[in-house]
């Protein structure tokens, strides 16, 4: 009894450190976006993906960005807040900024459109900052030709402690924002943010790892998700433009100061304490929707790399009842980390089998309506058992990785 007591604890922590996107819209399927993926599982960071360094921002001061202070080890990607030995003055913008402390920032090196986009992470213990967010890096031009805006979008924005400070609030949940910068023709700068959407939690951002995720629908909305947890939505400032956020943006993962008093700078003594001074990232995903029958042209899928579902097939309902026909429709999604058959068995009440049927199901998290064909007419108000069992390709009949059953009753 204690060996399946243990198990099921096993398979239940293992189901709390994974995270699948939200389900996908009908008819379409999440994919894996390598260039927006890292399980930070080397020795280095990847510099096909990312750079160690902000490209157009010196950090906010006193917090100056430094590829120092970024390293990828023990399977995070880990960026160190740390206090200079010295004042650090450059000149930047069209003055001197004088820096006293050290921050990290790891940009993508390309820009995404649309797409859901999430991490793990663990907070520094610290009031310097653990974000995850977007933007367009660049000014774009306005509806009205004399004007410009650049775009910004933040799943997680928070830092690992509280304290004395109007941002104490900070330090708990998640935080998510989104900014439509604007220069308007009297070249006035306007920060036009949507309302900001928050997760209460009473939990310290550093006292463990936090799943956070955010899903980019279109140019009017995003959507966002803390621990998988259920969503909350948004949509994007648009006084200005119907589609407001209408660029690709790049992913940051950055580690600053924030405006003081709002939040208090941190302290010489926490920037000196390695149990508190490093914010981890434990992977970041990203996906994009594609057609759920479109197959993918790449080597190998990375969800397999990865392991990264728990593969199944989950039916709407228990219980459906269809309109009597040659055709039924079954609305129906699953998860695969590679490409799998999908054998559907139609039984009647005394167990004999009436039709059975495979798909081929491509890797992903898909949500899709199966046809199935019926030879002959079934019997109204019947009880039938549809079985649909995903399945290794080429596998034989015992290798099922996982089924689902669902009672069809047909009507006129």
């Known amino acids: 009894m204690k060996k399946y007591i243990l198990a099921a604890l096993l398979i239940s922590f293992v189901n709390a450190l994974q995270a699948d996107p939200p389900k996908p819209p009908m008819g379409k399927r999440w994919v894996m976006n390598t260039d927006f993926s890292d399980e930070f599982n080397g020795t280095s960071l990847d ?30 990607l880990q960026i160190r807040g740390e206090k200079m030995d010295k004042d650090t003055v450059i000149h930047a913008y069209g003055k001197d900024l004088t820096y006293n402390i050290k921050g990290g920032a790891v940009v993508s090196k390309k820009s995404v459109f649309l797409g859901y986009y999430e ?48 941002g104490s609030y900070f330090a708990n949940g998640m ?24 997760f209460n939690d009473k939990e310290l951002a550093s006292a463990d790892f936090h799943v956070y995720g955010g899903w980019w629908h279109d140019e009017t909305r995003a959507s966002y998700y803390y621990d998988n947890g259920e969503p909350k939505y948004q949509k994007f400032y648009n ?15 950055v580690c600053e100061t924030y405006p003081f008093p709002w939040i208090s700078l941190p302290t010489d003594e926490e920037l000196a304490d390695t149990t508190k001074n490093v914010v981890r990232y434990d992977w970041v995903r990203g996906y ?28 709407e309902s228990t219980e459906l009842q269809l309109t009597q026909g040659k055709t039924i429709s079954i609305p129906m999604s699953y998860k695969a980390n590679d490409k799998r058959t999908i054998q559907f068995t139609l039984k009647d009440a005394e167990g004999k089998k009436v039709m059975s049927t495979t798909f081929n199901a491509f890797a992903g998290y898909a949500n899709k309506s199966f046809q199935l064909q019926l030879d002959k007419k079934l019997n109204i108000g019947s009880e039938y058992k549809l079985t649909a069992a995903i399945k290794p390709i080429g596998g034989d009949n015992k290798s099922v990785i996982n089924e689902s059953t669902l009672i069809v009753t047909f009507k006129k």
């Open 47 to 76: 510099t096909e993906k990312w750079l160690d360094h902000h490209p157009s921002w010196k950090g906010r001061v006193p917090g100056l960005f430094l590829p120092s202070q970024v390293s990828v080890a023990d399977g995070y």
């Open 119 to 166: 991490c793990r992470a663990k907070a520094a213990a610290t009031t310097m900052s653990t974000t995850f967010w977007f933007s367009s890096g660049k000014g774009f031009d306005g509806p009205n030709d004399c004007d410009k805006y650049g775009l910004e979008w933040d799943i997680q924005e928070c830092i690992g402690r509280n304290g004395d400070f109007d």
């Open 175 to 198: 935080h998510s924002n989104s900014h439509y910068w604007y220069t308007d023709c009297d070249k006035k700068r306007h920060d036009h943010r949507a309302s900001q959407v928050k």
């Open 239 to 253: 006084k200005v433009s119907d589609k407001p956020f209408d660029q690709p943006m790049f992913m940051r993962l």
């Open 288 to 315: 994009e929707l594609v057609n759920a029958d479109k197959e993918i042209n790449q080597p190998t899928a990375p969800e397999a790399d990865i392991h990264l579902y728990y593969e199944d097939v989950m039916f």
